[in-house]
């Protein structure tokens, strides 16, 4: 299957201000793209691409004052599968863990783990643990938390999520990184593109998502406490502790967002490699 | 200037538990060792080190119900300077930062940096940028947090201290931290030892110290909103984004605390390396 | 000056449920109502008046399974001036207020004033104390909170808005009363109509409004943190610690929002008491 | 029975300072006082008695600067029995609560009942309504909530106590008050005298005790998820919301604490009506 992915972001800076963008494909999807990743800038200026301490691409530059267009189309190929499900990976003792998975289990902004112990324990203690434990993490934020754009904001924790049970799929997965963190399973926080791929067209406009990933047996795994079932085509372009550290644009300054067009959609194996009209929108 | 530094540290384990510990001195302090820097248990216990993601020396063991101790008992060299002073160091433009330095600016548990963006302006924003802005943080810390052991608690945000204004030593540097993020220059948490140096010595058995890193012209230097005046003789352990990232120890499982010995202080340059007789108590 | 005032709320309930109302006129205003202030229901039930520990006049009910309408219009006199401005008052020192003014200086659920003691002291410890410190409070609100609807949430607290700083009308309030009672200035949360009068007329909905009245001299004075300035034909429905106490309906089970017009309109001297068309909306 | 119940408390005030003090036995045991129930001051100055909003005898005065001593000694006719217990009592719809019961279902500053609806409704919504439903509320935190004088702290509301799981009397009833009122149960906080009566003798000092009443049926029953079981001896002096509306004493102004001591002792029927050598302490 061929994706074909990218954005139109504009901001308006009143000041020249530094920013650092996430918007590249995470390395671990590099060979699957049938075209360059490059974030390009209008009008031109000079970007600093770099990898940062989790593994994912970034850009980093400053941003003139006055209007600022970011831009990217590519292919990638995807295998057309769902996200992986395996019943019967098993938790691994924290003993066991590589060392560089241990930072998974901690605090972190948005995902308190300190103050969920005794939570996560009463609620899931009961649960064999492994994949299961996971999956009954997301069955319950899935059937206990609703869903609501207007119920975004930057400083919700997983605190808040747990008390006011209503948010934004950033949200849920906070919760369901949190309370695994506290069940000593390793979580991190995921974004990148999901189009509705095999699942009905969503009447509100396209945005990149967010899901999480569970360390369990040998590796990491997908899971998604917002929609909680298999999904086809994500494209993941980073991750890390929490929305913090994979925020797609992080801006050292002023900066007004004006538009925002995100596209993920199925295209023909020949598809040509140059941008859709839907990006001129 | 010699240093005996140590530590003697007893857990009780109601069952097996994985735990990790940071309890060595940090690696840019490696040459300055006179004695093998060795985390030693009763029982022995197999030990694993590494170093994590922040250039940390950990170790990390599981151990085994029952009573676990915890010593180590070193030399080490030091400069006997007190923290250097530069107040002409420059603020560097976000954009001119090192990549790696980036993540210091951003939230983190403990630095609710989002929420401190207004506050840290209206209260700096005058400030002439660079060492004096750290400074001037440091200052209306000092002058405004009282200190108190009995104000400690593991869940203490950088707001609960900015409303609450009282604390320990964590506590002020997760305020100074937090402010200075906020204001764009990156600061990072630093965890070691602090002997009573040159200062009058402290009544209250001595303890590990915090304070904290800030970033200016071209490398991190010490800042200390507690006490706020240079100090001989620290030595450092580990440096994170806040306490989080490097707890002495962090336990998977019930730990109970039984014994705590620290020792830190000057010895005569021919001191024998064995242990001294004040970490048996 | 005559004002027509009345309202147009419909809940679905999905089940039987008890609920508390405060939709009328509070009983400071009574002689300047020209007609029936009562609060009729569709389907006709049972309704029980009270009148509450703040004086407020309430209504309390069983609302049926289904549909509930709740209407009244109403005539009430204006004097059609503004707000009064007393530059003068002076503050009453604490052991002079009026016992039943004293519970308006502690806290209450949206307003911590224990977490502002240090805040409130540093911010305006130098204004000079009554009247300019209130309106100190107001205009530093003023200048540094922006509205937006998208802003309300049940749980925002005076914290959040003074970290957050942004909010709908009861969140600017909540910090000014939060600060005042912090400065020892009684001050309670105020809501009821606030038509545009005298300004350009706002193009959203016309909702409830919220101010808070602060107590100097030998009375309580209307200020209003969001507009910040004097208005004309304000009509008083209630007033309480904070908007907990005086929320318009309270429901004890599930109800849905349908429907929620509000009108406040000057009409002509002798304008017919039945409702105007305006509410068949 | 007949108890001593009496206080001895001293505060230096650098500066004049208005308090509030809530130390008078509560009006419905006045029938039970064998003795003047009046607070006494050293330097003796003017105080002012009222009772506040909720019913509490309330002193009032203006502190001058310098040391202040408050002291008291009474006697009170005490039944001996236990509190009762009512296991059939039942749970009163909302719609038939007395109007000023209705105030108890609300937040407050320390119970934030709007964080706690779903927690509430997912912990109890199982348990048969009325007595057992508050009973099981206090088995549950009694079992889960670990005491500790060092863990108390002015600020800290249920839901820091609901993750923290550590705290003081005044944090058990603030939890379990907010359940109850998540539960639509109206529940006020209880603060009084307690002494060791038919328990063994606690080895710290005595202190006032927190516990929290719900209405049940058709009056207000005594709980305490702190000791939770029935006890001899409550003499209540207050009841409000939360610890805010009965806090012992308020100062309006610096007011450092030099001195505590509480009597609650049982003592001969025909004990003098004199304060006892203890008080002298």
Known sequence: MLLRIGYDIQFEF?????????????????????????????????????????????????????????????????????????????????????????????????????????????????????????????????????????????????LDVFTERVGVCRDFQHLAVTLCRALNIPARYATGYLGDIGVPVSPTPMDFSAWFEAYLEDRWWTFDARHNHPRIGRVLMATGRDASDVAITTSFGMADLRHFTIVTEQVPEDAPVSPDANMRR
Chains 1, 2, 3, 4 share one sequence.
């Open 14 to 158: 009143p000041a020249s201000a530094a920013m650092v963008a996430l918007l590249h494909v995470h390395p671990s999807r590099s060979a699957d793209l049938r075209a360059a990743d490059d974030l390009r800038t209008e009008p031109t200026i000079a970007t600093d691409p770099y990898v940062d301490s989790f593994g994912n691409r970034c850009t980093r530059f400053l941003a003139p004052k006055g209007l600022l267009r970011l831009t990217n189309s590519t292919l990638i190929y995807d295998s057309g599968l769902p996200d992986p499900v395996s019943p019967n990976a098993r938790e691994v003792p924290v003993q066991d863990l590589p060392h560089d998975v241990l930072k998974y289990l901690i605090n972190s902004r948005y995902c308190e783990v300190d103050r969920f112990s005794a939570i996560a324990l009463e609620l899931f203690g009961g649960v064999p643990p492994g994949w299961s434990r996971v999956q009954a993490v997301c069955d319950w934020i899935h059937s206990r938390v609703v869903f609501g754009y207007h119920h975004a904001r930057p400083t919700k924790t997983a």
